[in-house]
């Protein structure tokens, strides 16, 4: 049972646009979302999160945006630098009470020069 | 910014052989978990700790991995008897566990071939 899910396992951009990278969940309980970076042989590490009471947070070149109704979520990165090469996760828990975090399965951004 | 410390960053072991892997979570985090992610595939929760009891696992969690926190400060995960499949990457990861709106931080990794 899949309840996070991206959908895009790769995504190209030139260097300067707008990277965007999806998210669908299926678990209305879920009530913080994050995402996270994740190089080749290193730890995933924090990007930005979101509480279900917004619907939008930004940091710098990162934005996040949730659409509850439609239980998706969505990173823009602007403007895209190859440095932003790399896969990106997005993660959701709930208030269960067990602090799970769940991950997506990924999707691979790759920033062209 | 405070670290997760996974040690080693490599283990390579035999088929049927035990390994345990060594997390030094942040200090005053409550929350540790392991995942693990196997080559190209998604990141994978295998078992939450809280209070010095195991709080979730999953199925990948069976009878041949056990978590233990034995002296405050490490938090090891152990496998009894490696398979072939077990080769992956692992992750230790903590979270302070004051509220639900928190970023989990994760450690470098521990790269684990069975071989």
């Known amino acids: 049972d899949q309840q996070v899910k991206q959908n895009s396992p790769s995504l190209s951009v030139q260097e300067g646009r707008i990277s965007i990278l999806n998210c669908d969940y299926t678990n209305s309980m879920f009530d913080y979302f994050l995402w996270y970076k994740k190089y080749p042989a290193e730890g995933p590490t924090f990007l930005i999160s979101?509480?279900?009471?917004?619907d939008k947070n930004e940091d710098g070149r990162f934005t996040v945006f949730l659409n509850k109704s439609a239980k998706h979520l969505s990173l823009h990165i602007v403007p895209s630098q190859p440095g932003d090469s790399a896969v990106y996760f997005c993660?959701?828990?709930?208030?269960?009470?067990?602090?799970?975090?769940?991950f997506g399965t990924g999707t691979r951004l790759k920033v062209l020069a | 910014e405070p670290e997760v410390t996974q040690t080693p960053s490599h283990q390579v072991t035999q088929m049927g052989q035990e390994v345990i892997l060594r997390c030094v979570p942040i200090?005053?985090?409550?929350?540790f978990y392991w995942y693990r992610q196997i080559l190209g595939q998604k990141v994978e929760f295998l078992v939450s700790f809280y209070n010095n009891e195991i709080s979730e696992k999953s199925e990948i969690f069976d009878d041949q991995f056990s978590v233990e926190r034995p002296d405050g400060s490490n938090f090891t995960l152990k496998i009894r008897s490696t398979k072939l499949e077990d080769s992956a990457m692992y992750f230790c990861?903590?979270?302070?566990?004051?509220?639900?709106?928190?970023?989990?931080?994760f450690g470098s990794g521990t790269q684990l071939s069975v071989l």
């Open positions: 990861a903590s979270v302070g566990g004051g509220t639900f709106n928190e970023k989990l931080f």
């Open positions: 200090s005053n985090h409550l929350y």
């Open positions: 993660a959701a828990i709930g208030l269960s009470g067990t602090y799970k975090y769940i």
């Open positions: 979101i509480s279900s009471i917004k």
